[in-house]
């Protein structure tokens, strides 16, 4: 439908933006081919983030970048979700806890799924997936119980926030540490022999542990506040077998300074999707693009 409209060049990498902060934009190219655009829409995704922050700090474009997730990954069996999972595959339930008034969400829920290690700049930390092929699944469902973290000044380095946590579980536990519901609220650790009675068999072989000596004591009191209300939702997410393996860590990329209208300062020059910082999905990633083509459309006239 759209080749017909419009032109599309692969294999190009986009060297430099350029603006004259009047509203005439073009593109350098790294082979040197220059492209004159009066509008110019940014969209580089998560691989080209990088790439695009030192564009915007080349041209002196502010980004801010003042948050990051912090918390656990739940595994439980799937009966305990099964009800909502069978229905509609995710929950993304969102809960302010009343103690803090903090925000906890449910993030990444993977029926039947696995519970996984991942690798960030030498910090490990979990993640959870799930395979659509029956013979892979498991009889577990495992999601994110994510806590957010806005940081005000002086404070710039989220990221780090997020990665010092997470390397206190790489510390004690070499990894990945697991810990059974139960002995979190009982104030002890899970060791080789209570894991071995769980009736939750793990997918993840991490290392029996204590959660509370690695997650902040305000992160803690949020995801068990958190875990007590699941309950009302999916009977049995209080069980002493739910296992929380520790520490899932979401990171952002930096975000640009933007209008409404996602407009950079420089007139006619738009940011969209993960790499400009303003979505983290397919969809929101698309939306985000139409929304800036209505824009442009409105302002031609
Ligand atoms: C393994 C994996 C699984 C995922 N699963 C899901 C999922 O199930 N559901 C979901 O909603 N989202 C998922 N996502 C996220 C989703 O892919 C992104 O949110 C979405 O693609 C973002 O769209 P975008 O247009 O911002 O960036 P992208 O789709 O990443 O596109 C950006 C493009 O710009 C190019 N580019 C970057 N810099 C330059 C440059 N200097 N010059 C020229 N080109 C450049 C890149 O090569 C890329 O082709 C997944 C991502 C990964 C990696």
């Known amino acids: 439908y759209l080749k017909e409209k419009v032109t599309f060049r692969f294999e190009c990498p986009v060297a430099?933006?350029?603006?004259?902060?009047?509203?005439?934009?073009?593109v350098e190219l790294e082979s040197g081919e220059r492209i004159a655009a009066e509008y110019l829409v940014v969209a580089p995704g998560r691989a080209g983030a990088e790439w695009f922050?030192?564009?915007c700090d080349r041209l002196g474009l502010e980004q801010e970048n003042?948050?990051?997730?912090?918390g656990v990954r739940v595994e439980v069996p799937d009966e305990v979700w099964n009800d909502i999972t069978s229905q509609v595959y995710e929950a993304k339930l969102v809960y302010r806890t009343k103690r803090y008034g903090d925000f906890?969400?449910?993030f990444c829920m993977n029926p039947h799924g696995h519970v996984v290690m991942e690798n960030t700049d030498g910090i490990v930390?979990?993640?959870g997936h799930s395979y659509s092929d029956p013979k892979l699944q498991s009889r577990n469902t495992?999601?994110?119980?994510l806590v957010s973290n806005h940081f005000t000044e002086p404070?710039?380095?989220?990221?780090?926030?997020?990665?010092?946590?997470?390397?206190?579980?790489?510390?004690?536990?070499?990894?990945?540490i697991v810990q059974r519901y139960g002995d979190l609220i009982k104030g002890r650790r899970t060791n080789a022999h209570r894991m071995a009675k769980s009736f939750t068999r793990p997918t993840l072989a991490a290392t029996p542990g204590d959660l509370s000596l690695i997650l902040p004591k305000r992160h803690l009191d949020n995801i068990i506040e958190m875990i007590q209300q699941l309950n009302y939702v999916a009977p049995g997410m209080t069980n002493d077998d739910t296992l929380l393996y520790g520490v899932e860590v979401k990171f952002y990329s930096s975000r640009v300074v933007l209008s409404k209208q996602l407009e950079t300062k420089l007139p006619n020059v738009f940011a969209i999707g993960d790499g400009a910082g303003v979505t983290r999905g397919l969809s929101q990633a698309g939306a985000s693009g139409v929304y800036v083509a209505r824009t442009i459309l409105s302002r031609l006239g």
């Open 66 to 70: 003042n948050r990051v997730d912090v």
């Open 53 to 55: 922050s030192n564009e």
């Open 155 to 176: 404070f710039k380095e989220p990221h780090q926030y997020g990665k010092r946590i997470a390397s206190f579980s790489n510390m004690l536990g070499g990894g990945i």
């Open 142 to 145: 495992n999601f994110a119980l």
């Open 104 to 106: 906890v969400r449910t």
């Open 16 to 26: 430099h933006l350029c603006s004259d902060g009047k509203g005439e934009n073009a």
């Open 125 to 127: 930390t979990v993640n």
